[in-house]
């Protein structure tokens, strides 16, 4: 069984561009999160979907991060325009359930560098 | 609000040493709690999480933690370390959602 993927696995871009990251999630999970850790620092909860729907989006920095996941399986995230301290790993992850104790299962992240 | 610790951003053992990693969370009832690992390009892998029934949670590669409600704490050990051990340890506490620790990375030492 496939793991949750994510793509690409480093960018680099500059102050003022749009990226977008996106994540294929274990097939059959309705929930996908997305993370993000800032060098140094923990892994911050950015937001929740299940199925296509956002169920909690509280970890979103501000307006310029655009989530989506149309027809309820990868999703992307897109930062526009990208500024210096969205620098970081983005991390998605997939679960089946959405008890407290279901186990996520995490792909490999997004190294973004904004330069 | 839900807070982790993880005492020591670095911990180098010897091959075949006791490892300890630390972890304190502050939450205002009793949380579920997990470690992660995180091999070189690799994502998370979830090690053992605790859900209110036994304390002492055994978990993949002979890694076990304790949680101690009176000390908040689940520090994650295993008696002894091997190279393959070597990768950066999360400690997560989750209430509605996950609150994780600035993770502690491990250096094994042959």
């Known amino acids: 069984e496939a793991g949750v993927t994510q793509f690409p696995s480093h960018s680099v871009i500059e102050k003022g561009q749009t990226v977008t990251l996106r994540c294929d999630p274990i097939s059959g999970h309705d929930n996908l999160y997305w993370y993000r850790r800032v060098m140094g620092k923990e892994i911050k909860f950015l937001l929740h979907f299940v199925k296509e729907s956002k169920q909690d989006e509280s970890g979103m920095p501000n307006n310029r991060f655009l989530a989506e996941r149309t027809g309820g399986t990868y999703s992307t995230l897109k930062v526009q325009p990208a500024e210096l301290e969205d620098s970081g790993v983005y991390f998605c992850?997939?679960?089946?359930?959405?008890?407290?104790?279901?186990?996520?299962?995490f792909g490999p992240g997004t190294r973004l560098t904004v330069l | 609000a839900q807070s982790v610790t993880q005492l020591g951003s670095h911990v180098s053992v010897s091959e075949g040493a006791l490892v300890l990693l630390r972890c304190n969370y502050s939450s205002s009832v009793p949380p579920y709690l997990f470690w992660y690992v995180q091999y070189p390009n690799q994502g998370l892998q979830l090690l053992l999480k605790?859900?209110?029934?036994?304390?002492l949670v055994k978990g993949i590669n002979g890694f076990e933690a304790e949680f101690k409600k009176s000390e908040t704490s689940f520090h994650l050990t295993k008696p002894s370390a091997h190279m393959s051990d070597a990768a950066e340890y999360f400690c997560a506490v989750r209430r509605n959602q996950f609150y994780f620790g600035t993770g502690t990375s491990l250096t094994v030492i042959p």
């Open positions: 605790y859900t209110s029934a036994a304390t």
């Open positions: 992850a997939s679960s089946q359930l959405r008890g407290s104790t279901d186990t996520q299962y």
